[in-house]
């Protein structure tokens, strides 16, 4: 698969984050990337490792072939508007990450040009992140490029795009989920004696543990806990606190508000 020179659209969080994964997977070579913003002061980092910084969305997507837009929700139809005559579909591929904009509703604003919708997380940064894809009028090898260079991220899954909301949730919002719950272990484990810095490190490697028996061993979480948990022993002990305070409840509880938002927005 050759290389293909990249163009994200909107250097901001999710932005950045790509081009430091694209980067630290080896997929492209820093003078192939181009990033835009409209203030791109805070791109020094990746300027300094040789990636094209652009005001100028016109010329990023002119001299790319492989864009990734990565504006908000409520100004992404108004900016793609502004460049839809940079668009070639001889030459173009669209990914969009933005969240709750339909593949229609792109597609609409930028005529011919075939849209794949992906919801990375943040730690596409360091090529950890789910990514879930979705298309509809992308040819097979344009969706086997996009799968490819995402697979070099971290992994993916294709869905159906009804569950993109879903996958933004779960997968994008679920790391800003996940450090929350690490960040309470570490206040809890500072409480019972540990100082910051290896209670960090305790509650990280912890739950990186506990990910990797799920992913590497195929397993239910409940067959895991079920080895920890010693009849009367302060596991069970915790766990079942934790569940009277309504641990579980609140989580499931925070994942439709989420959903929610998205979807009433
Ligand atoms: N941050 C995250 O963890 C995730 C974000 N997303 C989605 O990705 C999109 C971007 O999110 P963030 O990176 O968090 O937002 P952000 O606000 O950090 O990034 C958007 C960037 O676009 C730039 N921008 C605005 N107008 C522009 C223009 N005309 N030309 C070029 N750049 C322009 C802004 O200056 C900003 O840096 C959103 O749609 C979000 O819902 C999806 C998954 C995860
Ligand atoms: O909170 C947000 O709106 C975005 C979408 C997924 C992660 N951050």
Redesign the pocket.
């Known amino acids: 698969m050759s290389a293909k020179k990249i163009a994200i659209?909107?250097?901001?969080?999710?932005?950045?984050?790509i081009a430091q994964g694209l980067l630290k997977s080896g997929f492209s070579k820093a003078g192939d990337i181009t990033i835009?913003?409209?203030?791109t002061s805070?791109l020094a980092g990746l300027k300094e490792a040789g990636v094209r910084i652009e005001?100028d969305?016109a010329v990023a997507i002119r001299e790319s072939e492989v864009i990734v837009v990565?504006?908000?929700?409520y100004?992404?139809r108004?900016?793609l508007q502004?460049f839809k005559s940079s668009f070639d579909p001889g030459k173009h591929i669209l990914i969009s990450?933005?969240?709750?904009?339909s593949i229609d509703d792109l597609e609409h604003v930028v005529p011919g040009m075939p849209v794949v919708r992906a919801?990375?997380?943040?730690a596409i940064a360091i090529q950890e992140s789910i990514t879930c894809i979705s298309h509809k009028h992308a040819t097979e090898e344009q969706v086997r490029y996009i799968k490819t260079m995402f697979d070099q991220l971290g992994a993916t899954v294709s869905i159906d795009e009804k569950l993109m909301d879903a996958a933004?949730v779960l997968?994008?919002?679920g790391?800003?989920f996940a450090l929350r719950y690490i960040r309470a272990n570490i206040q809890g484990g500072i409480e019972i004696g540990f100082d910051v810095r290896t209670a960090s490190l305790i509650a990280a490697q912890t739950v990186k543990g506990a990910a990797e028996l799920l992913i590497r061993e195929n397993r239910h979480p409940e067959e895991e806990i079920d080895k920890v948990t010693t009849p009367k022993g302060c596991t069970i002990a915790g766990l079942n606190e934790m569940e009277h305070q309504g641990f579980s409840s609140s989580l499931i509880k925070g994942i439709t508000a989420s959903y929610d938002k998205i979807v009433k927005d």
């Not at 659209?9 to 984050?17: D, E, P």
């Open positions: 659209i909107g250097g901001g969080n999710l932005g950045s984050a835009t913003k409209r203030n805070t005001t969305n990565a504006l908000k929700p100004n992404v108004e900016v502004e990450v933005v969240t709750g904009v919801m990375p997380n943040t933004t997968g994008a919002c790391i800003a």
